[in-house]
């Protein structure tokens, strides 16, 4: 039975609706996993909502107000913004296999204790954290930092696309450094070892039909339904 992944989605305006890159949903299912969308909903639904899900996939999207990890000017979070960062610290109350890329990365590390860099430009990152290529293309090299991120991939240096204009400032403490751009700006974090599957990528992968990130969400999200029904049978 595949697991089930909840992944977040983008609010379309003009449209008045939700809307999400088709991408995201062909990876996990090329990896095994049942991608089930989660629109914005009120903070208080956030157990509710992950009660039957084995895993988390954060997407990409705009900027976070720096107010939501305690910084100026203000500027009222969106209730995506809530809702994720609701999502997720309730994901990782429960150890749920949690997948952030590129916005989402940068959710996690929030969500955790962490802050942001809120515009790379001014504070001198490198243009091409921002490129203007294709999203199929890549644009710079990250050096991958720690040996589980290397297992994944199987190298120890990658190329990948760029498009955030907010990068990882302070990492939260529940985090590793996994990753790093040849700037210096942290470009992927991990969970600590034994404190359930976390990874964030502040690349987008599944532009890519990059996959090792997406196998490793839907391995964990197994692992995790193993237990939840080992659980289940042990209480009945």
């Given at each position: 039975m595949r697991p089930r992944i909840g992944i977040t989605c983008s609010t379309d305006a003009a449209y008045a609706g939700y809307q999400l890159r088709k991408d995201y949903c062909r990876c996990l299912l090329?990896?095994?996993g049942l991608p089930l969308l989660l629109p914005?909903?009120?903070e208080a639904l956030a157990e509710e909502a992950l009660d039957g899900l084995e895993g988390l996939l954060l997407s990409g999207g705009g900027d976070f107000p720096p107010q939501c990890y305690g910084e100026e000017p203000f500027q009222?979070?969106?209730e995506r913004d809530l809702w994720e960062l609701a999502l997720l610290r309730t994901a990782r109350r429960r150890s749920l296999p949690i997948l952030g890329i590129c916005r989402g990365c940068q959710a996690l590390n929030i969500a955790l204790g962490g802050d942001l860099i809120s515009d790379l430009p001014r504070a001198g990152g490198h243009g091409w954290h921002q490129q203007q290529q294709a999203r199929q293309q890549r644009s710079h090299t990250v050096q991958l930092l720690h040996p589980r991120l290397q297992q994944l991939y199987g190298q120890k240096q990658?190329?990948?696309n760029s498009f955030h204009h907010q990068g990882l400032g302070?990492?939260?403490p529940g985090l590793l450094p996994a990753a790093q751009a040849p700037d210096g700006l942290c470009?992927?974090?991990l969970s600590r070892e034994g404190e359930g599957f976390a990874l964030g990528l502040q690349w987008h992968p599944e532009a890519l039909q990059e996959?090792?990130?997406f196998l490793a969400l839907v391995e964990a999200a197994r692992a995790y339904a193993k237990k939840k029904q080992a659980h289940f049978h042990k209480f009945r």
């Open positions: 090329r990896c095994g914005d909903l009120p009222p979070p969106t990658l190329w990948v302070r990492l939260a470009e992927a974090v996959l090792p990130p």
